[in-house]
């Protein structure tokens, strides 16, 4: 019951915190940036969706850092294996490797690859750029936190720190981004884009759980950074654009 409050007041608190800087945000793009106002519209939920992501992102990373997600991270690690039988092992660990630099580079750069034949620049550049970042991101964090794994079963055997997830983040990265290439070239598919990723994004993070080599903060923090940093640099070009216009 104290995990459920727990969880409670953090999303309340959330919520406010986004709440006022998107608030904050439109003051500033009316007073100082009016030219951004029309694009700021146009993109108001998309907006919100970067500022929940951000602070999501940070107020978790505040709690692993401060060792206030403990109790949580470990209600939740114990619960998953007191119920998800052995048998299923073998389709988290195929599930997994999907998210592995094995797949995840071959398919970055056949996509890439693609978008530039097609002389889709734009969705190219955001592709590999997403990727790119992604993995800058998960070394770099990973390097600095040095989280250990969790102690509950045998992870000694697994490369790297625990946070932030590094399979999570960059699937991440690379899905959110196909969805943003897809909107924008195929508008009618980017619901099933969506679904499709987000579902893969979420095997993805639990997968990562099931094999008891992350924490639900490490997962759940790289879920709100991988899928960040696409939605962030689609928006600095997308503003990018509009300041050169209005110029």
């Not at 309340?12 to 439109?26: D, F, K, N, P, R």
């Not at 401060?66 to 988290?92: C, N």
């Not at 070239?185 to 979420?202: E, G």
């Amino acid at each position: 019951m104290q995990v459920i409050f727990k969880i409670a007041e953090e999303m309340t608190e959330l919520s406010l915190i986004v709440a006022s800087m998107y608030l904050i945000l439109g003051f500033y793009v009316q007073r100082y940036q009016p030219q951004w106002k029309e694009s700021l519209d146009k993109r108001r939920l998309m907006t919100v969706l970067l500022l929940v992501l951000a602070v999501s992102a940070i107020k978790v990373s505040e709690d692993v850092l401060g060792g206030e997600s403990g109790s949580i991270d470990t209600a939740i690690l114990v619960f998953i294996h007191s119920y998800v039988p052995g048998s299923v092992t073998w389709f988290f660990n195929a599930v997994t490797y999907t998210g592995s630099s094995k797949v995840l580079f071959p398919f970055a750069t056949i996509a890439t690859i693609v978008f530039l034949s097609t002389k889709y620049r734009f969705e190219a550049m955001l592709v590999a750029a997403s990727s790119i970042s992604g993995a800058i991101v998960i070394y770099f964090m990973k390097m600095l936190v040095s989280r250990s794994r969790p102690a509950l079963w045998d992870t000694a055997w697994y490369w790297g720190s625990s946070f932030p997830s590094g399979h999570t983040l960059a699937v991440a990265a690379f899905a959110t981004s196909l969805v943003l290439c897809i909107r924008r070239i195929r508008p009618a598919f980017q619901n099933l884009a969506l679904s499709i990723a987000v579902v893969w994004i979420c095997v993805v993070a639990m997968s990562r759980l099931v094999l008891g080599v992350h924490w639900p903060t490490d997962v759940l923090t790289a879920a709100c950074i991988g899928a960040f940093i696409p939605l962030a640099i689609n928006a600095a070009l997308v503003f990018h654009d509009a300041k050169r216009i209005a110029a």
